[in-house]
């Protein structure tokens, strides 16, 4: 037997739902894809977007890049610092480098050009 209580609660389900349940309407599934539009955008513009993984990545090989020649600067900086400083104190450097660059030789000294022979066959 069908007690009172439960007659009333199915009778006000009934009346909630229309009697019978509904299957999902077209309006339901135009929700459902205008959501998962959505949902693709967004995803796209996460990749591919202006501030998206592939622009960070590319941001990243940016500085990776700016960095090592920050490096390399730093170097060279000190390289010229250390270069300045013994032609500053040191006037072997000095002699050195008018020998090297300029081709000059004290007094009374030889100068031997030596040429490469083509080997022979």
């Not at 069908?2 to 339901?28: F, Y």
């Not at 202006?50 to 890049?65: I, T």
């Not at 170097?75 to 250390?82: G, H, Q, S, T, V």
């Not at 032609?87 to 072997?92: K, N, Q, T, W």
């Amino acid at each position: 037997m069908i007690r009172q209580d439960e007659a009333i609660g199915r009778a006000s389900v009934a009346n909630r739902t229309g009697g019978t349940p509904r299957p999902p309407g077209r309006a339901r599934r135009l929700v459902l894809y205008l959501l998962l539009a959505i949902t693709i955008v967004l995803v796209v513009d996460a990749v591919v977007g202006e501030k998206g993984l592939m622009a960070m990545l590319q941001a990243r090989r940016q500085f990776d890049e700016v960095t090592r020649a920050l490096e390399r600067a730093r170097a060279d900086n000190i390289e010229l610092r250390e270069t300045a400083r013994r032609l500053r104190e040191d006037p072997a450097a000095i002699e050195a480098l008018a020998r090297k660059d300029l081709g000059l030789i004290r007094p009374g000294e030889k100068v031997f050009i030596v040429r490469d022979a083509a080997p022979r066959r």
